[in-house]
C-alpha cells in the first residue's frame, strides 16, 4: 500500500488512456457524439460513469473526482461549481420537508444563510448546537433528526469539535454526519475514516490552490452516496473542466504546500504572541487552545488560516494596520499561495455559544512567503494601531 504522499502524486493520472501524457486532458464539452443510437441508449444508462453530455462530466472531471474520492477514503466523489455548491446540494439532495437538521453554531455563513433561507423555506427545521458539546449533542436529536452538519475548526472562530463522539450519537438515532472538510482538507483530516458520511470540500481553496478557481466536491460513503449524486444530476452544480483540471494539479503539491504554510503560520503566531497587542490566538494546533486535545487526537496537521483577538482599539486603528499592510492582501477566500487578512465578525452569526472572544478579530491566511518578510509586515501594521487613536474604554 502506497503512502498518502505517493497516493497524492499519483491518483488519478491514466497516462495510457491520453497519448502517454502526465496529466489528463483539459476536455472543453457539452456535446459527447456516439457513433450508434445503439452506443448513445447505453451510455445514457450509465450517466455517472464515463461520458454522455457534458453537464455530467468529461473525462477530466472524472479524473479529479477519482482522485477526490480515493485521498477521501470515500466511495465516491461528485465535483461541483463551488464549495457552497457542494454544502448546498448535499443538504438539498439529503432532506425533505418535515426533515430536522442540527448545524454547529460554528459553521461558515453562508451555509448557515442556506438554512436558514432554503431550507426553512422548504419546510426544514434547523437547530443551531455549541460546536463544543461533543457527545452531549445526543439530548438534541428529535424523532425526524436526519442529519448533523459540522464544520471544525470553524473557519472564523477555530473552536474543534469531537467529530467521532458526535458521530456516534448521530449514527445511534439514524441521522447522517456532513462535513466541511475545508480548513484540513483530507491530508490532515481523514472525516470519513473519522465516522463523517458525507464530506464536503471548497477546492478553491487549499485544493485549487493558487486563486485562480472555484470549485466544490461532495464525497460520500457507499450507503450515502445516491440521492447525492441524484441531486446533482438534477440540479446541474457542474463545474467546468478548466477547473477539474486545476483541482487536480492542486493535488499534487498540497501535502507540500500544507506543510509549509503550517511552518509559516507557527512562525507568524510565535511572533503574535510577543506582541501586546495581541490578546489571543486562535488556532487549534497551539497547546493552550481549547480545541488543541481533539484537533492532536483526530487530525494530522494544521494550515495557515487562524484568527486573533486584539485589544479593543478603536476600528479606526485598526482601518488603519489593515491599510497600512504590504505583504498581506485585503480579500475573501484563502488557501492560496498568497497571505491575506480579513476582520472577522463571528458575533452577528452565532446563536448558540456561550463564550465567544470580545475584543476586535482579525482573520490571517499565512501564506508561502518568507515568514520573517511577514512578520516585519506585521510588525509595522501593529504599530498603526497606537499612532491612529486610543484605545476603546472598557465596557
Ligand atoms: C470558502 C468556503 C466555502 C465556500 O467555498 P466557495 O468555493 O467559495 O463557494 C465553504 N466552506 C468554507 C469553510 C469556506 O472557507
Not at 426553512?120 to 434547523?126: D, I, K, L, S, T
Not at 448533523?148 to 445511534?172: C, N, Q, Y
Not at 494539479?249 to 509549509?260: D, I, K, P, S, W
Request: proline fraction near 6%; charged fraction near 20%.
Amino acid at each position: 500500500m502506497d503512502t498518502y504522499e505517493t497516493l497524492l502524486v499519483n491518483t488519478g493520472r491514466h497516462p495510457e488512456e491520453h497519448h502517454g501524457t502526465v496529466n489528463p486532458p483539459i476536455y472543453r464539452a457539452s456535446t459527447i457524439l456516439f457513433p450508434t443510437l445503439a452506443a448513445l441508449e447505453e451510455a445514457q444508462h450509465h450517466p455517472n460513469e464515463g461520458t454522455s453530455y457534458g453537464r455530467l462530466g468529461t473525462p477530466t472531471t472524472r479524473a479529479f473526482e477519482e482522485a477526490m474520492a480515493e485521498i477521501d477514503g470515500a466511495w465516491r466523489s461528485i465535483a461541483v461549481s463551488s464549495g457552497l455548491a457542494a454544502i448546498s446540494t448535499a443538504l438539498l439532495a439529503l432532506l425533505r420537508q418535515g426533515d430536522h437538521l442540527l448545524v454547529a453554531d460554528n459553521v461558515y455563513g453562508p451555509t448557515r444563510h442556506f438554512c436558514d433561507s432554503f431550507l426553512n423555506r422548504f419546510g426544514v427545521a434547523v437547530t443551531y448546537f455549541d460546536p463544543a458539546l461533543g457527545g452531549a449533542i445526543d439530548t438534541l436529536f428529535q424523532p425526524n433528526t436526519k442529519a448533523v452538519f459540522l464544520e471544525a475548526p470553524g473557519s472564523l472562530t477555530f473552536e474543534m469539535t469531537d467529530i467521532p463522539a458526535v458521530s456516534e450519537a448521530a449514527h445511534r438515532h439514524g441521522a447522517l454526519v456532513l462535513m466541511d472538510n475545508t480548513w484540513a482538507t483530507p491530508v490532515y483530516f481523514r472525516a470519513i475514516e473519522k465516522g463523517v458520511d458525507v464530506v464536503l470540500h471548497a477546492a478553491t481553496k487549499y485544493i485549487v490552490g493558487h486563486a485562480d478557481a472555484m470549485l466544490g466536491v461532495i464525497s460520500a460513503t457507499k450507503e450515502a452516496y445516491g440521492p447525492l449524486r441524484q441531486a446533482f444530476h438534477t440540479m446541474g452544480q457542474c463545474p467546468d473542466a478548466d477547473a477539474c483540471y486545476l483541482g487536480l494539479r492542486g493535488l499534487r503539491t498540497l501535502a507540500v504546500r500544507l506543510e509549509r504554510h503550517q511552518r509559516n503560520a507557527m512562525r507568524v503566531i510565535q511572533y503574535l504572541r510577543t506582541c501586546p497587542e495581541v490578546v489571543r490566538i486562535l488556532y487549534p494546533a497551539l497547546p493552550d487552545d481549547p480545541g488543541y486535545a481533539i484537533w492532536k487526537r483526530d487530525f494530522r496537521g494544521a494550515c495557515g488560516l487562524f484568527g486573533i483577538e486584539l485589544q479593543l482599539f478603536t476600528s479606526a486603528a485598526i482601518r488603519a494596520m489593515l491599510d497600512q499592510l504590504r505583504l498581506f492582501g485585503l480579500g475573501y477566500s484563502w488557501g492560496g499561495y498568497e497571505s491575506l487578512i480579513v476582520p472577522a465578525q463571528p458575533n452577528g452569526l452565532r446563536t448558540a455559544t456561550a463564550s465567544l472572544p470580545q475584543g476586535p478579530m482579525l482573520r490571517l491566511h499565512v501564506g508561502l512567503e518568507d515568514p520573517e518578510d511577514l512578520i516585519a509586515d506585521l510588525a509595522q501594521g501593529l504599530n498603526q494601531l497606537h499612532s491612529a487613536q486610543p484605545m476603546r474604554e472598557m465596557a
